[in-house]
């Protein structure tokens, strides 16, 4: 397993943006699958967005799509999501996942698939 530090969270306006970052600690991640998920409090944890090692697959929960993009830095050893056009309801506790480069049983949207979590960052979306 590889620890996982997330950065970027914060209190942001209903409209604005933010990017969280991961990267690893010790160990790297560049051939292995990321994901970002999501927490609410009193809500289970929920997909937001996968890439896979090589970034030729991108995934995004409906909630995501044409808001939220998920890339890899230049080394392919942190992973980004820009979040734009942030609501309310994005409101959450977001988790970096990292997982093997491929699994025959578990899909990118599956938390199952995924070893490695990091502490997670609060967005927090005001009104």
């Known amino acids: 397993q590889v620890q996982l530090v997330e950065s970027g969270g914060g209190l942001v306006q209903a409209g604005g943006s933010l990017r969280l970052s991961c990267a690893p600690s010790?160990?790297?991640?560049?051939?292995?699958?990321m994901g970002w998920f999501r927490q609410a409090p009193g809500k289970e944890r929920e997909f937001v967005a996968a890439?896979?090692?090589?970034?030729?697959?991108?995934v995004y929960a409906d909630s995501a799509k044409g808001r939220f993009t998920i890339s890899r830095g230049n080394a392919k050893n942190t992973v980004y999501l820009q979040m734009n056009s942030l609501k309310p309801e994005d409101t959450s506790t977001y988790y970096c996942?990292?997982?093997?480069?491929?699994?025959?049983?578990?899909?990118?949207?599956?938390?199952?698939?995924?070893?490695?979590w990091g502490q997670g960052t609060q967005v927090t979306v005001s009104s």
């Open positions: 890439i896979s090692w090589n970034s030729t697959i991108t």
């Open positions: 010790g160990l790297t991640v560049a051939s292995l699958a």
């Open positions: 996942a990292a997982g093997p480069y491929t699994s025959g049983t578990y899909s990118y949207s599956q938390q199952e698939r995924y070893s490695s």
